[in-house]
């Protein structure tokens, strides 16, 4: 392999690790997620919320990563098109993105009374809190628009990128939802809003780009 295909290769996978972070990251939003998982977890022990927080990681990462390897397999089963994929998963990443431009607060309509910390900890703190349906329709999406690369090894370079880039998101999320006393302490809850926000601006345009993705995948079929 010469010196060019190399670094066109680590372009590549940086561009999986990244794009694949910030594509998540205003579906999960670890920020904003730690101010819920805050106010869920609030009647138990420091010890129970920390084990919570690596447990989401893990779970959420496992998750993620098998949505990853195979959603498109089974997708594929069932006969969804890879440009409906690509529209889809950018209609949610813009429909999410634009949701926590315009709200006006974190809510969470989930109720935990009287049960078990290690109960909660897959669902429903994982799934659906921090890995839900949009965390899975995109991470699906990004593998579907990955494998539509022509070149083999940037197929899997893009893909190992993109993995990598869901361990570090969920790794954020763990710390934040473990620290989520002392983030919500520093930031208060305008500042929860302020980061949210700036990162749909983001987001809004991944998702628009995903979806012009899309369009272009279908209209090359003809």
């Keep these: 392999m010469n010196s060019f295909s190399f670094v066109s290769l680590v372009l590549v996978?940086?561009?999986?690790?990244?794009?694949?972070?910030?594509?998540?990251f205003s579906i999960v939003?670890?920020?904003?997620?730690?101010?819920?998982?805050?106010?869920?977890?609030?009647?138990?022990?420091s010890e129970d919320k920390k084990m919570l927080a690596i447990k989401v990681f893990k779970y959420g990462a496992i998750l993620l990563t098998a949505t990853y390897c195979f959603g498109s397999f089974l997708l594929g089963v069932f006969g969804v098109s890879m440009f409906a994929l690509q529209i889809a998963g950018g209609l949610v990443i813009f429909s999410s993105a634009w949701s926590l431009l315009s709200s006006k607060e974190n809510n969470s309509d989930i109720d935990i009374n009287n049960q078990n910390p290690k109960s909660m900890a897959f669902f429903p703190l994982t799934m659906p809190l921090t890995a839900g349906a949009g965390a899975i329709s995109v991470v699906i999406a990004l593998s579907a628009d990955n494998a539509s690369v022509d070149n083999i090894p940037s197929v899997f370079v893009a893909g190992a990128g993109a993995i990598v880039?869901?361990?570090?998101?969920?790794?954020?999320?763990?710390?934040c939802y473990n620290f989520?006393?002392?983030?919500?302490?520093?930031?208060g809850k305008?500042?929860?809003?302020?980061?949210?926000r700036l990162t749909a601006f983001i987001l809004i345009s991944i998702g628009v780009g995903m979806v012009c993705?899309?369009?272009?995948?279908?209209?090359?079929?003809?």
Excluded: D, H, Q, R
Excluded at 13 to 24: E, M, R
Excluded at 29 to 45: D, Q, R
């Design 29 to 45: 939003n670890p920020i904003g997620g730690s101010a819920i998982f805050l106010s869920v977890t609030k009647p138990f022990s």
């Design 180 to 187: 989520s006393e002392k983030i919500f302490g520093i930031l």
């Design 213 to 222: 993705g899309g369009i272009k995948t279908f209209v090359g079929t003809f």
């Design 13 to 24: 996978f940086i561009k999986g690790v990244t794009y694949t972070f910030v594509s998540l």
């Design 165 to 175: 880039g869901i361990w570090c998101l969920m790794l954020l999320t763990g710390i």
């Design 190 to 196: 305008n500042g929860v809003i302020i980061v949210t």
